[in-house]
């Protein structure tokens, strides 16, 4: 610490600071102001001083002389915890939290073992989706403070949303018993609310739902809860009050865009077309133009190909935040679908000026050029983000479309529509005869899970419905018995990968796998999927469960998949490149960044599949 001059004692500096610090833990902002106003006029460098104006210029929303202040205190000395995590988490507010990254690892190197800077430290990492940085920063609090409620508290949320639910729960528990009667009422309510998403993440529905209802009664301003408790009523099949409890959430925060997103994909299954996205617009009359929402409803209107509507809704978001990249990518989107292709390239160039280096953006864009014939750019925009993400399924998807279009034989190379699919018609599993009553018991058991009425708008099927949880998640016996029938044909797959180190699919081979995805589709008269990739994926998958008679026929290829042509229209000659017929008990693997689509089929009987994607483990 810096020491005053001789003729400025430190008791006559640490009385004023002493009483701001009194003022501020009393919430009595303008007398803290007042204390301190009177030491800065004396002595202008004063650490302390400057740093609890941070404060309470922050607290008056004043952001900019806040983050003057901080900055000033620590020049002056750098090393102060307190201010480094009340300057970083003013950072992370105003949405700058690479500078709070940035910030914070320098202070967290400075004091390694400060368990306050490292909590906000992981808050920072969360919000740039750096969930493994987090995850170390919440584990090393812990080895300081055991059983410490707010990072067992974020560290839960880290473990439900990356398969590791159980580990969460038990973490949860732990804390829980620890702190039986001492925590506030909020702090708990959070707790049991992040224990109740572990147990819902597990399926274990009745046991979530009743902890949801306790963190409620609790804590009622709760809007996570409402909106978990609606997911959590919507799986056991409760759609009503699944509806209320969305609405709920909304009420007490217009922007919980979560609960905006479920409910109107819910509304939008049960074919309650008068009140989808109705929630948008009554959030928007009580925050009129908040580009946020405007262009959260605009991306559901491109969802559902309503790309007039979209557009608007992003001119509108553009007005209100003109420097927000967010809302030119919708633009574009929405214009792109309306054949407006040259306008969306434009859209697209607006948004990579604010944000130049942004993959999904670039990838977008490249698409809008393929249908424009601009092979060249399209080339060169994929490579930049392959280089920076290269496994970017969209990424390799579309420079293979501008391979293609360019008559260039690297296309080949990436997408081999020979070797690259491989079939497999499996042997029945054990204790079945054949593969006609082992796919008529799995058939009817579907049944069961197929409840909607209706496809959910993000889903690629049309006159059809897909379930919602993970099918390989479960433990009926029948969907066990497919999977390790399944296992053995990827294993095999694997295997077969011999397009060397540097190729996308080849190049993350490992002998070790696991499914991020699985569901059931099924598709009635007029039904087909549209055609698309699996953007989440490595190896994509489709299995015939039942198929419609009409699919026997090769002239027409009724329900049939077919490969390489994409979801928009290109120059492109001879966009499908390879159709294979459906047969139940046949299993289809290909690369999940391979366009892949059905033919339209009519029939009484549906057409039952189960695909999958698998990643390396």
Known sequence: MQRPPQNQPQNQIAAPVARAVSHIQRGE??????????LLAARSADPDALGLMGVIRGQQGRLREAEDYYRRSLAMRPNQPNVCINYGKLLIGTGRSQDALALLRA???AMPNHPDM???????QLSLGENEHAERSLRAILKLRPNEPSTVLSLSGILNTSGRAEEGEALLRDVLAAHPAKLPAQLRAALEHNLAVALKVQRRYPEALELFDIAIKRTPDLPAAHSNRASTLSHL???????????????????????????????????????????????????????DLLAAKGMFLNRVERHAEAEDMFARAIKAAPEWAVAYDGKALA????????????????????QPNEVQTKVNMAGALVQLGDAARALKLTEQALAKVPYEQAGLAIRELALRLAGDERAEQLVDYRRHIKIYDLDPPDGFKDMESFNAALNAYLDSLHGDSREHFDQTLRHGTQTMDPLFDGAHPLVVALKQRIDAAVADYIAGLTDGEKHPLAGRRSNAFRYPGSWSSRLRDKGFHTNHIHPAGWISSCYYVAVPPESVDRATQQGWIKFGEPSFKTPLERPTRRAIQPVAGRLV??????WHGTRTFHSEADRTTIAFDAVPA
């Open 107 to 109: 202070g967290t190197r």
């Open 118 to 124: 490292l909590l906000v430290l992981a808050q920072a």
């Open 589 to 594: 693997l290909f690369p999940s960044y391979m």
């Open 29 to 38: 902002w303008a007398m803290a102001e007042h204390a301190l106003g009177q």
């Open 237 to 291: 099949g409760r759609q009503e009050e699944a509806v209320a409890a969305f609405r709920e959430a909304i009420r007490q925060n217009p922007r919980h865009y979560n609960s905006h997103q479920e409910l109107n994909a819910l509304l939008y299954r049960m074919g309650r077309d008068a009140e989808f996205l109705r929630s948008y617009d009554e959030a928007l009359a009580q925050i009129p133009d908040a580009p």
């Open 335 to 354: 214009l792109a679908g309306l054949g407006r292709l040259e306008e969306a390239v434009g859209a697209y160039e607006a948004s990579l000026k604010l």
